[in-house]
Each structure stands twice: as C-alpha cells, then as structure tokens.
C-alpha cells in the first residue's frame, strides 16, 4: 500500500517535472474521452427533442386508416424490379370507407384498451360574414373524442352532447380567434349566437355552442395576421356527413388508454379489420402509432449514437497508443533511475507498478479533463438545440474506469520493459 | 569477528557458447571479514568493474561459490537477490545516481520503502543518516540543487538507510574535485571506525586504496597482490 501511494506521489512528481509533454500525452484521452461524452449528451438531448414533440403530438394516438393495397414486386426476366405497382384507381369510393358501425365494433370489441375514438370529416374551408365582420374557419365535424385526442381546451360552453351528436344538429365550437373577428371578443355573446358560413358555395347556419383556445401550430410561424387567420370551426360528426353526403371516413384516431401497448395495439387493430377487407381488391386498414414511430426514430438515434462512440473509441485508442509511446520514451530516459532502484532492491514488480501508475495517472487526468471537457461542450451543443441535457454520472464514471483501464493496458507494456531492465546495463547507461 | 564476504574460485564468462566468449574472472577467492575497510584497487579492464558486480549481487558468477552474510547467492532464487541487495549491500556509485526530482530526504527513505518500511521509522532514520554525513540542513533539497561533495553525501546515507552487512563504493571520488574527494573518504574512515561499518572501495587509484587496511589488486581477472594498506 505504501508503495503505491508513494509511486503516486513520485507519478505525480514526474508529470509535473514534465507539463507540457504530460499535457501532450494526455490529448489523445482528452478528446477521445471528451467526445464520448460530448456525443452521448447530444445523443440524450436528441432524444429528449423527438420524445417532447412526439409526446406534443399524442404519443398514445394511433391513427387507423385506409391504405391501397400493394401487389408482391413484380420481377421481370432481366432481374430488374418494377418498384410496387399499385392496384385498382387509387382513390377510395364510398364502398371502402371505414363506416362507425365497423368503428363501435371495434369499440365494443376493445373496451379496455380504447379510452375514447376520435373520428373526423372536413365539410371544407369558408368564410363567416356579418356586416363588416368576417372569419376565415376550416369546417370540420368531429366524434365526442377528438377533443379529448387533439387535447382542446374550452374556453367557454363545452364539446356537443349526445343530442348534438344524434340528431345532427347544426350546431358549432369555434375558436377565440374567431370570437375576436365576429364578436370583437366576447365570448358570452358569442354562445347561442348564430353564424352563417359559406363552404362549397352553400350557405350553412350553425349555432355557437363553445368556444375552445386556438393554439399557434408548434411547427413553423403564420405571417397571417390574426384578421385572416383561418381556425377550425367544429362540428357534429354526423352533421358533416350529412352535408357530405357520406357514411364512412378514410381514417380515424384511437386513444387508447394508459397503460396500453400500443404497438401491439396496432397490431391487434390491423388483425380486427382484416376480414372486413379480405374481398377489397384495393383497399385495406392499415394502423400506426406515433409511439412506435417514436421507437422506430429513438432507435435510429442510439444507433447514430454508437457509431458516432465507436469512432470516438478509436480515438481514445490512438490516444491509449500514445500514452504507451511516452512511456516507452521515458523508460530510456530513465533508463539509469531504474538501474539505481533495482540496486536499492526494487524488485521488478515495484518497477512494473511504478510505471503503470504512473500511466494510470496519466490516464485518468486526461480522462477527468476529458470529463470536463465533454461536459462543456455537450451541455454547450445541447442548449444549442434547445433540448438541455446532461452526461449521466453513470457515463462519468464509466469513461473514468474506462481511460484508467487503457492506462493499465497501454502502461503494462513499457512498465514490463522497465521492470525486465538488466540492472548492470541499465546503470551503466549513459 | 565473522566473515562478511566470502568469495571462492569465481569465474565470470560472457557470451556462453558463442564463438566470442569471454572469461572475465579467472576463479578469485577472497574474503572480506566484518568491520574491514578493504580495496580492490585494478587498471580499467582488470575485470575488477565484473568482480564488484558480482559481490553487489547485481549478477550471479558463472562458477564458484559466493557466501555474503552468510546467505548463499547461488542458491537464492532470482526474485530473491532484490530482498538481499536491500538489506545486505548499500551502494555507492560514481556518478551518485540519486533519483532527480525528489528531494535528499525522499532518496535516502527509498530502500527502506522498497524494505517496506513505515514511513515515521523511514523519515527518523533518513534524517538521523543525514545528520550523520553532515547534510542534516539539505533534506529538502533536490539533488541538482546539491554540489556533487553534498551529492555524494546524501549517497552514502542512501547506501547505510537498511544497515547493510557491506558498503560497495564503486570509484566513489571519481568524480569529484581532490577537496571533496578527501571529505567522502574522511566519511567512509568515519563510517567504518564509528560504526564498525563493512566497506568495500573499488578504485584504480593507488593512493586511495593506501588508506585502507587491505589492498586487494585485481589484473587479468586474477587476484595479483593482496596487502596490507596505511590504515590498518
């Protein structure tokens, strides 16, 4: 014990003997170390970005829609393939809609699983005018869940009610934007209040039964003025259906509850609508969550992540290499040292642990400013990104082992060569 | 009083079994006895650098029988030669060879760390060495910031740190001016009357060998004259 604590002393004598070739040694650690941490908290900080707006998103949507179904690829006799030609028109009839009896099926099926349905159909944009007021509003109806899946806030009133649903009423929820431009903003004036929009040249009155808070998109920025802002106007599901004349929808949304797999929720989705589909000749269900795309993305970044370390392990072995250069110089160098040690009675593992500490602390100062280093540039490059991130302790203290583990291994080489010194030759050596 | 060394019919080769081997020590014998003050005084090339080797343990004789305090070389194992210099030989070289960039204090300590020694008994006895060769004041200081009289001072304390059975000096004055020259040997005089201390001085010169009680004279790898020097 006391050996090594006064060969630590003695190491650290000797590096300080020696700064700038010390310093120089240690380069190789430092950088390699310090981007290994760099990357990982830019590769956390990513990660923490794709989860936060995924999460924006609905995380535990899934999204169950049509899609046209494709033939096996088609090779011709030359080898070369004719990518996946598509079968039938491409676009959907009324006959391959998704009707809400085939989407209570599914709820009557998954009550467990499904927290509510969010369905919707577009009756189109228009324009809402009284006197010399007017609203720009995209028409959409809506089933009783899409407030809960798109996680609309009201304002004042509340979603339809059942009658509203039933009876196909024309009745509607409108933004606060659209309070301001029509009702200079009050909202108790808006609710029971009739508007009248033109959408598909046809006139439609609705009356006012809520008002919900208008979100800016969290992608890209409007240069619209609020004036001309076009916001959702909701209305019942089956009343945009009428005025569609449609019974079915080309896609629809499920919340499923907390707790739910959703990726193999999907699957399970996918399964239930398969026979519905079998005689479709164009058509088919197909259902994905923004869950397992979040898994399909974080698993590409911790792939980038690994290869990004791999390279930086590569670096930290040239680095390693370099160490074991430096020693090796400094064993001739001290080549007569070792001579007079060996006549005081060092015996060669006293030499062997000489030279590796030395190398190990060598390792590890490289290794702690490498730490440093990395923890600057990673919080750095995080903020950057505006996702703040932070190397993990666990990361520190792996890094650390891991230079010392390379000081050992790259010091045992020359610390043998020294220890295996003829002491007759060594202190001879001039 | 014992026999400290023990030499008998050494012979040293080089280059064993190739075409140019090369017989150093022709089969010397002699004995040191403890509390002696002897030389072995030869012209470079004597083979007398091969000889001190070879009593310093520093490498083994080819043939022939070597007894140092009455451990039996040939028969220790390799590891175990480093345990023997530590405690039985203290050194002292030419040109010093003090480790540079630590202190006097931490060199004089250094054999008895390599003894495993604890570390109050390590600063006591290294203080007490170099109070003893008049130092006592320079324990701090690091060896290029000693003259090579003070140097060669701090050595000999290093050499006595585990209280071996000999002192190997091996062309001690060399490389210092007469002066300082004279101060070392006066040392080693005071060494070996105070405290009864085995040294063996190694040295071409005649003149510092006369002040010894024996003088061993070493010429073609064979013992040529041995007798008595001015200071038995």
Known sequence: ?430 | MGTIIQLDNIIKRFYIGEPNELQILNGISLSVEEGEFVSIVGASGSGKSTLMNVIGILDRPTEGNYILDGVDINAAKDYELSKIRNEKIGFVFQTYNLISKTTALKNVELPMLYAGKKKKERIERSKELLDLVGIGERLKHKPEELSGGQKQRVAIARAMANNPAIILADEPTGALDSQTGRMVMDLFHKLNKEQGKTIVLITHSNELAEETQRIITIKDGNVIEERKGMGA
Request: aromatic share 8%.
């Open chain 1, 1 to 430: 014990m006391t050996l090594i604590y006064e060969n630590i002393l003695l190491a650290v004598n000797s590096l300080l003997a020696n700064k700038m070739r010390a310093l120089l040694t240690m380069l190789g650690i430092i950088i390699g170390i310090g981007s290994v941490i760099a990357i990982m908290t830019v590769g956390d900080s990513l990660t923490n970005s794709v989860s936060s707006s995924m999460e924006s998103m609905g995380a535990n949507n899934i999204t169950v829609g049509l899609q046209q179904k494709t033939e096996k690829e088609e090779v011709n006799e030359s080898g070369a393939v004719f990518g996946s030609s598509k079968k039938g028109s491409g676009l959907a009839q009324e006959k391959d809609y998704i009707t809400t009896q085939m989407i209570e099926k599914l709820c009557e099926t998954y009550p467990d699983s499904i927290e509510v349905i969010s369905a919707s159909e577009t009756v189109g944009a228009g324009q809402s005018k009284t006197g010399n007021k007017s609203a720009n509003t995209q028409v959409i109806g809506v089933s009783a869940g899409y407030f809960v899946a798109n996680d609309i806030t009201f304002l004042k009133g509340g979603a339809f009610s059942k009658r509203d649903f039933e009876g196909a009423k024309k009745v509607a929820i409108v933004s606060d934007k659209f309070v301001d431009n029509m009702f200079d903003g009050n909202l108790e004036d808006a609710i029971g209040n009739e508007v009248e929009v033109k959408t598909n040249d046809k006139y439609i009155t609705y009356t006012i039964v809520g008002v919900y808070k208008y979100e800016e998109a969290s992608f890209g920025f409007s240069t619209m003025s609020d004036k001309d802002i076009t916001t959702s106007m909701y209305i019942p599901l089956k009343t945009a259906m009428n005025i569609n004349h449609t019974t079915g929808f080309s896609q629809f949304s499920v919340v499923t509850k907390t707790g739910v797999d959703s990726v193999s929720f999907v699957n399970q989705i996918e399964r239930f609508y398969e026979p519905f589909y079998r005689n479709n000749n164009d058509f088919e269900i197909s259902a994905f969550s923004m869950e397992s795309l979040v898994s399909t993305m974080m698993d590409m970044l911790s792939t980038i992540t690994v290869a990004i370390s791999v390279i930086a392990g590569i670096a930290l072995l040239v680095g390693g290499i370099g160490v074991m250069n430096i020693m090796l110089v400094s064993i001739t160098e001290r080549t007569r040292e070792i001579g007079t040690r060996k006549a005081l009675g060092a015996t060669n593992g006293s030499i062997r642990l000489q030279f590796i500490v030395e190398a190990v602390i060598i390792c590890m100062i490289g290794g702690i400013l490498g730490i440093v280093l990395g923890v600057i540039l990673g919080n750095v490059a995080a903020t950057l990104l505006g996702y703040p991130a932070s190397a993990s302790a666990s990361s520190i203290l792996a890094s650390l082992t891991f230079s010392m583990t390379i000081g050992v291994f790259f010091g045992y080489y020359p610390a043998n060569k020294a220890a295996k010194m003829n002491p007759i030759e060594a202190l001879r050596y001039e």
